[in-house]
């Protein structure tokens, strides 16, 4: 009996150093957050420590969700040129390319986008598909699933295998022979949920401008509020509030109003009409 009760003090006092331990080192944390002592400025380099547990974080992270992946046969559904179209649009910019430098844009960011040569060389197909489509958090990396169809994704994956084989010479001749190749974008949206319209608003930066209700974003004015928008009577004091106007107001405002300050974001119809949705039936 006694050994019991021991042992379950000695269990609670762990527990309690434990607890103890979590608390300050938030309290920690949130003094040297608040204090401004530690620097964003993305010209100081990263502990070497922290670079390398995000490193291994995200190995870890793309192993355990791109698992169910099923890789499809990518001499059958994926074209390298088409891939190639995606990647010069969306990719060369900040990770380069053979003998292509990266973009001021890609050379300025912390943590520094990775060489794809090395990356596409040793990581399985599965994984390059996942990372691409998904994107990476708090990284710059975007998630490319909303602007690249699925063929054009694995046909992305079918370009990144290759391109660690091609010399500079063989990768101009590639970006020479492109022609008719451009990007497919997807044919429509994810269907409709209130977390799918949440990712639409931040894959098109609404949240950047606008206060979007339930979603978690900078306390900005750029543009008007967006909560509970089905009682508006009407869009840019143009047009009547219906969803079908405001669907059209999403794709192309400077059509409607060209006064406007909102700007033509590229937004697909099928994105439109997921955001449209929910802006008209949510009463936040």
């Known amino acids: 009996m006694r050994t019991?009760?021991?042992?379950?003090?000695?269990?609670?006092?762990?527990?309690?150093?434990?607890?103890?331990?979590?608390?300050?080192?938030?309290?920690?944390g949130a003094v040297v957050l608040l204090s401004g002592a530690y620097s964003t400025a993305a010209t100081k380099q990263h502990f070497g420590i922290t670079y390398r547990i995000l490193?291994?974080?995200?190995?870890?992270?793309?192993?355990?969700?791109?698992?169910?992946?099923?890789?499809?046969?990518?001499?059958?559904?994926?074209?390298?040129?088409?891939?190639?179209?995606?990647?010069?649009?969306?990719?060369?910019?900040?990770?380069?390319?053979?003998?292509?430098?990266?973009?001021?844009?890609?050379?300025?960011?912390?943590?520094?986008?990775?060489?794809?040569?090395?990356s596409a060389r040793d990581w399985p197909e599965a994984h390059l598909f996942y990372v691409t489509a998904k994107g990476v958090r708090m990284s710059g990396m975007p998630a490319w699933e909303f602007r690249i169809s699925e063929d054009g994704l694995w046909s992305t994956v079918a370009y990144l295998k290759a391109m660690p084989f091609m010399t500079a010479a063989e990768h101009r001749a590639l970006d020479a022979s492109m022609t008719t190749e451009t990007c497919p974008p997807p044919a429509s949206a994810p269907r409709y949920s209130r977390?799918?319209?949440?990712?639409?608003?931040?894959?098109?930066?609404?949240?950047?401008?606008?206060?979007?209700?339930?979603?978690?974003?900078?306390?900005?004015h750029v543009g008007p509020s967006l909560e509970k928008w089905r009682e508006r009577k009407y869009i840019a004091g143009v047009l009547p509030n219906t969803h079908e106007n405001?669907?059209?107001?999403?794709?192309?405002?400077?059509?409607?109003?060209?006064?406007?300050?909102?700007?033509?974001?590229?937004?697909?119809?099928?994105?439109?009409q997921l955001m449209a949705r929910y802006l008209m039936t949510t009463d936040e």
Not at 86 to 109: E, F, I, K, N, S
């Open 246 to 272: 405001l669907v059209r107001w999403i794709v192309a405002p400077q059509d409607i109003s060209p006064h406007t300050l909102m700007p033509d974001l590229d937004v697909i119809e099928s994105h439109a």
């Open 55 to 118: 490193e291994l974080g995200l190995r870890f992270s793309v192993t355990r969700h791109a698992d169910q992946i099923v890789v499809p046969d990518l001499q059958r559904v994926a074209n390298v040129k088409v891939g190639y179209a995606c990647y010069r649009q969306y990719c060369q910019q900040c990770h380069g390319a053979p003998g292509v430098a990266r973009d001021p844009l890609g050379r300025g960011q912390l943590p520094s986008p990775s060489s794809l040569s090395e």
């Open 195 to 220: 977390e799918n319209a949440h990712i639409m608003f931040r894959q098109y930066a609404c949240d950047n401008c606008h206060i979007i209700g339930g979603m978690v974003g900078p306390n900005t």
């Open 4 to 28: 019991g009760i021991a042992h379950r003090h000695k269990i609670l006092f762990v527990s309690i150093g434990a607890i103890a331990l979590v608390v300050m080192g938030a309290a920690a």
